[in-house]
């Protein structure tokens, strides 16, 4: 059974990379309190992580790309 079972990366890393818990990858840089308004908009509005930090103005798309690493996390 388990010879035959193959990952389908593609589809593990746009989960991972959708994950809200990437937000605490924002805290030690904007503070728990603005991490999770974002993760919250992000839920409510049902978008990513990454547009809802935007719009939120308290990260910038570099800010963002250098700070929400997902493999450097595991």
């Avoid at 389908?8 to 605490?24: D, F, G, K």
């Avoid at 924002?26 to 908009?41: E, F, K, N």
Wanted: proline share 3%; with cysteine.
């Amino acid at each position: 059974c388990v010879d035959s079972i193959e990952a389908n990366v593609t589809r593990i890393e746009q989960l991972m990379n959708e994950s809200l818990m990437l937000a605490t990858a924002l805290t030690p840089h904007i503070g728990y309190d603005r991490s999770a308004s974002i993760a919250l908009a992000a839920y409510k509005k049902n978008i990513s992580l990454r547009q809802a930090a935007l719009e939120s103005g308290f990260v910038s798309e570099g800010e963002f790309d250098t700070w929400v690493q997902p493999e450097k996390l595991i």
